[in-house]
């Protein structure tokens, strides 16, 4: 069974600063793909990045950036210049191609100004 | 706006009862999961059908059940409601861009049992 542990329940940063969420999985496979969704107070998930694991570069969308690091099965999420509207709880997700979503806990975001 | 419609949005019901979730995948999708989310158990997968079929199961309690019709609609009936049932609904509907599937999630069915 695939697991996902992130493990910082809560972080905060600076409006314009850069912060990075951390998020780890297990799994035997090895054919996958890693998520980042967000979910602001309006509960709404909404799809950060994906990144498809037989893929050596690393996503990049806009401000999101990951770090995937396959052999240490770790996949963090970093935000440049963060903005207010970025505040939201940030979910890890794994999944094996056409099948569930495996969620970790999530880190819950604060952008202060 | 992902292109998923969950209705209702909000639901208020009593213990015992018995409710419907509905939900409208994105046009060209044939692959819907339901999600549950309540503070205790986190995000957890239910359930996925694929053009009319099961697909999978996940933690899903003998309460609940789902079917997707012909229409590629999905509804999640849940029935004998307890109060730990109360959580957040998610459908969500799949379309595989570049090779890889990848979900999109409606806004979600609040579920209150009193």
């Known amino acids: 069974a695939q697991t996902v542990t992130q493990s910082q329940p809560e972080m905060s940063v600076q409006e314009a600063e850069t912060v990075t969420l951390s998020c780890t999985y297990d799994?035997?496979?090895?054919?996958?793909?890693l998520f980042w969704y967000k979910q602001p107070p309006s509960r709404q998930m909404i799809l950060v990045i994906r990144?498809?694991?037989?893929?050596?570069q690393n996503a990049t969308e806009n401000r999101f950036s990951v770090n995937f690091q396959k052999a240490a099965k770790s996949f963090s999420l970093k935000i440049s210049d963060s903005q207010l509207g970025d505040t939201a709880m940030y979910f890890c997700a794994f999944e094996t191609s056409g099948s569930r979503l495996t969620f970790g806990e999530g880190t819950q975001l604060t952008v202060n100004p | 706006d992902s292109g998923v419609t969950q209705t209702p949005k909000h639901l208020i019901t009593a213990t015992g009862q018995r409710v419907t979730l509905r939900c409208s995948p994105r046009s060209g999708d044939l692959s819907v999961y339901w999600y549950q989310q309540s503070l205790d158990q986190g995000l957890q997968f239910l359930i996925q059908y694929y053009n009319g079929e099961e697909r999978a199961k996940g933690n899903i309690l003998e309460r609940f059940s789902a079917q997707q019709f012909p229409d590629l609609h999905s509804e999640l009936n849940l029935s004998s409601l307890e109060l730990g049932d109360s959580a957040l609904y998610f459908c969500?509907?799949?379309?595989?861009?570049?090779?890889?599937?990848?979900?999109?999630f409606g806004p979600g069915t609040r579920l209150l049992v009193l």
């Open positions: 969500a509907s799949s379309v595989r861009d570049r090779g890889q599937e990848t979900q999109y």
């Open positions: 990144q498809e694991a037989y893929k050596q």
């Open positions: 799994t035997s496979e090895n054919n996958y793909y």
